[in-house]
Antibody, heavy 121, light 107 residues
């Protein structure tokens, strides 16, 4: 059973960079059969796709965040990361790392437990 | 961006009820539609992908249908563990977008 685990600071100051890491429990991170991504959920609100990265190295980001976000994968550490710069209070949310099959309708079939990141001075 | 609109936003139901939630896309998304269930304080869980395919391990009382712009998820006989919020998601193009959610509450 694949497990994803988010880690990183729970509190980030405005204008700084939010950095999160997702640890993957299996070697599937080295497989071309999957993509890896991030989704967030502000407290009490709905889900927002942040972006996804594919085995080819191609990354796709939500245009609403595109200028501020970077997703990268480190297969040697079995981790992938999210960096979101110039954060504001609007970036306060639970951040989930996700995996999905790089085929079919690309659903998010595995989710981390989520990590609450608060943006506040 | 493709807008996903779910209805109703919330509903009250009893154990054993048949429950149907609708999701409408602002343009055709073929069958690139996935459904998730989220319980309070937990990550969403994939229920249905490609509009009607049941994810492994999901009870058969869940079913999905639709294509193009109109989709539904049905719970044939609501169980106590099914009280949760349900989200649809389109993966037809980027940015991938979710519906606003439908909360299924105890009547």
């Amino acid at each position: 059973q694949l497990q994803l685990q988010e880690s990183g600071p729970g509190l980030v100051k405005p204008s700084e960079t939010l950095s999160l890491t997702c640890s993957v429990s299996s070697d599937s991170i080295t497989s071309s059969s999957y993509f890896w991504g991030w989704i967030r959920q502000p407290p009490g609100k709905g889900l927002e796709w942040i972006g996804s990265m594919y085995y080819s190295g191609s990354a796709y980001y939500n245009p609403s965040l595109k200028s501020r976000v970077t997703i990268s994968v480190d297969t040697s550490k079995k981790q992938f990361s999210l960096k979101l710069n110039s954060v504001t209070a609007a970036d306060t949310a639970v951040y989930y790392c996700v995996r999905g099959p790089a085929a079919g309708t690309w659903p998010f079939d595995y989710w981390g437990q989520g990590i609450l990141v608060t943006v506040s001075s | 961006d493709i807008q996903m609109t779910q209805s109703p936003s919330s509903l009250s139901a009893s154990v054993g009820d048949r429950v149907t939630i609708t999701c409408r896309a602002s343009q055709s998304i073929s069958r690139y539609l996935n459904w998730y269930q989220q319980k309070p304080g937990k990550a969403p869980k994939l229920l249905i992908y490609a509009a009607s395919s049941l994810q492994s391990g999901v009870p058969s009382r869940f079913s999905g249908s639709g294509s193009g712009t109109d989709f539904t998820v049905t719970i044939s006989s609501l169980q106590p563990e099914d009280f949760a919020t349900y989200y649809c998601q389109q993966s037809y193009n980027n940015p991938q977008t979710f519906g606003q959610g439908t909360k299924v509450e105890v009547k």
